[in-house]
């Protein structure tokens, strides 16, 4: 099934091709305007529980994510949902951390086009 870091790699601009193509299909599905409320309150389930124990959460984030900023990103990002009132603003809070979906995870088409660029590329 999906897992909280997949997610976090959707919203921290990982492309459709960085994923399997099941989860390509997830991410096309959920990040549309109807699943981003199903997204952020996933999120915000998973980041009160796992900010209850420091330890679990850095080792969560570090073995997640390989760059020391993503690393930095993740923690930041779950204490922030954790402490957030309105579950849906998940995207921003990953905006404001200084990331963003990448467009291939939007739409079938965009990922088409951003495909074909690079193959001709």
């Known amino acids: 099934g999906l897992k909280p870091h997949q997610i976090l790699k959707g919203l921290m601009g990982y492309e459709a091709r960085d994923f399997s193509p099941s989860l390509r299909n997830l991410f096309l599905s959920m990040f549309s305007n109807k699943g981003s409320p199903f997204i952020c309150g996933s999120l915000h389930d998973f980041g ?13 984030c570090t073995t997640s994510f390989q760059k020391k900023g993503e690393k930095k990103a993740c923690s930041d990002f779950f204490r922030r949902m954790a402490s957030e009132p309105d579950a849906e603003k998940c995207t921003e809070i990953m905006v404001s951390l200084g990331f963003a979906k990448h467009p291939s995870l939007e739409s079938t088409d965009r990922f088409e086009e ?6 001709v590329e």
Request: hydrophobic share 35%; glycine share 0%.
């Open 48 to 60: 009160e529980s796992i900010v209850q124990d420091e330890a679990n959460l850095d080792d969560f």
């Open 114 to 119: 951003l495909a074909k660029k690079k193959r």
